[in-house]
């Protein structure tokens, strides 16, 4: 990740400033990271801002200091996209999956854990015995 304005790599321990910045109408928001030494030098509207108490991202754990446009905070803080939409995926895929409920075998009807939610065979053994049978036919 570089500081916006000095585009200096910024270490994975060194906390920065999240700043919000506006890049018109169809593009919206940007979060722009900016370094501690940057940041007394950028115009005075910025430093007016409020700011949130430095807080670890919730991923990584990066000391991010965030601006309060949003008050409170979130529970959630965040210092890149990235680790953003990873969080929000693994949510999402948790509250998603679920295991397939347990079903007969459709050769041997034998009870099993499916492993997919489209597998009708409870063994590659029971899945060929059922492929011969229907090429005999």
Same mark, same amino acid.
């Given at each position: 990740m570089?500081?916006?304005?000095?585009?200096?790599?910024l270490?994975?321990?060194?906390?920065?400033y999240?700043?919000r910045r @506006?890049l018109?109408?169809?593009?919206g928001?940007e979060?722009?990271?900016?370094?501690?030494q940057?940041f007394p030098?950028?115009e005075? @509207?910025?430093?007016?801002?409020?700011?949130?108490?430095?807080?670890p991202?919730?991923?990584?754990?990066?000391?991010v200091i965030?601006e309060?446009?949003r008050?409170?905070?979130?529970?959630?803080?965040?210092?890149?996209?990235e680790?953003?939409?990873?969080?929000?995926?693994?949510?999402s895929?948790?509250?998603?999956r679920?295991?397939p409920?347990?079903?007969?075998?459709?050769?041997?009807?034998?009870?099993?854990?499916?492993?997919?939610?489209?597998a009708?065979?409870?063994?590659?053994?029971?899945?060929?015995?059922?492929?011969?049978a229907a090429?005999?036919r």
């Open positions: 570089k500081c916006w304005k000095c585009e200096r790599e270490p994975n321990d060194e906390s920065f999240r700043l @506006y018109g109408r169809r593009a928001y979060f722009t990271p900016i370094c501690t940057c030098n950028l005075s @509207y910025h430093q007016r801002l409020h700011w949130h108490l430095p807080a991202c919730t991923r990584c754990g990066r000391i965030l309060a446009w008050d409170p905070p979130c529970q959630d803080v965040f210092c890149s996209r680790c953003q939409t990873s969080v929000w995926n693994a949510r895929y948790a509250k998603h679920r295991p409920p347990e079903r007969a075998c459709a050769v041997c009807d034998e009870r099993f854990q499916p492993k997919r939610t489209d009708i065979y409870c063994s590659s053994r029971c899945k060929q015995a059922a492929y011969r090429k005999v």
